[in-house]
């Protein structure tokens, strides 16, 4: 960790000191204790230790709180549950808050008073942001995305190449050299993004949509300045960077002339642009902004693509990503898709918005540094996908299918992961 000095103390301090809404009092004053928040969480179901009760996070910093925003904090420390920020106290909320959590909103569900836990996790990473504390695994993405425009670097030669490659795939498979993966067409009814995992290691996820465009015989584009839906400036709470990576995005939007941005498979990316971006750049955007699980629902229903069930027959089960579900009420579509798509479908348990996280979100595959601790909270995903004895797992999130497949490969689970647009993509009639 950097060195804790004063300096950075005081402007941690300013997060909670800066609020100017009952949101933040409201939630770090109405715990009580009932534990019902450790059942919801997969750290805890998996560790079994008081230290990974969600609980103890929202006790963390609400104990800060206390000690440096109240008279009793102030004054008397001791006669109240209060905590002074010193090393010991930074190396704990590091491992909590970053360490220790996917944000996936579980216990938020499951809390008794309805306290909102991941919010003041991010919160807790907001002042860790503000105090240099960010594992600098996680930083190094954030600092490639300001510095390149997409998280894994991949510079614009490359990009086209690549592209340029699956224009030509596409053109084989469809029987037609008119079909085209555009880059900056301007005007467009859509302005597609990607997450730079597609182009750098599931090129098939991009020739998937592109086929689903070219049967809806859509207006669309992808632009070789900003393609990355990612940011995850969201997970390590520095609204600063969060913020510049969304106003790339948004200017491209503007600047390509498109009616619409549709957000590629990717939970958070999503939930960072759609609902988050807006407060980051305090405007009100001007044109709409939905997810690829809703487009190609919508092409599904009103006849703009048409699909054949009978042409994958293996049992499909479906990972709910946390946060374009639980997070993001995106919940129906992706079912009436896979209803449309396979011929047999099957639900884990739980599912929904009470599914478990796969134990990818909120940063974690970016922190080498807890690899250990995800991999083993991902073996209750993994029973889950054993449990429902499918072949495919689908998941609309690059995240998740990333981390899916590493629990694949070490659970030994012998599964297919897929995106839904992969999955739509071999079920497709092309006239």
Known sequence: ????????????????????????????????HCGLCAESCVYYLTFKEPYFVPAKKVDLISSIYKRYFTFIGKYVPFLANTKEINDETAKEMVDLFFGACTMCGRCNLHCSIGIDIAYLVRTGRMMLAQMNLIPASIQSTVDSSIKTGNNMGITTEEFVDTIKWLEDELQDEMNDKHARIPLNDSNVNILYTLNPREPKFFPLSIS???????????????STKMYDVTNYGFFTGNVDEATVISKRLYEEVINLDAKELILAECGHGSRAFRWEAPNYLKKEFDFDSNTSVELIAE???TGRIKVDKTKLKLRVTLHDPCNLVRNGGILKEQRYILDQVVSEFVEMTPHGIDNYCCGGGGGQLAMSEYNERRMKIGERKAEQIRNTNAKIVVTPCHNCVDQLMQLNSFYKLNVQIKTLAEIVADAIIID
Do not use: H, Q, R
């Open 1 to 32: 960790m950097a060195e804790l000095t004063e300096k950075n103390i005081n402007k941690g301090l300013t997060i909670l000191e800066n609020f100017k809404d009952s949101k933040l009092l409201t939630n770090l004053n109405s715990c009580v």
């Open 208 to 222: 998937a949509m592109a086929k689903i465009f070219y049967a809806a015989k859509e207006s669309w584009t992808i």
């Open 299 to 301: 092409y599904i229903k």
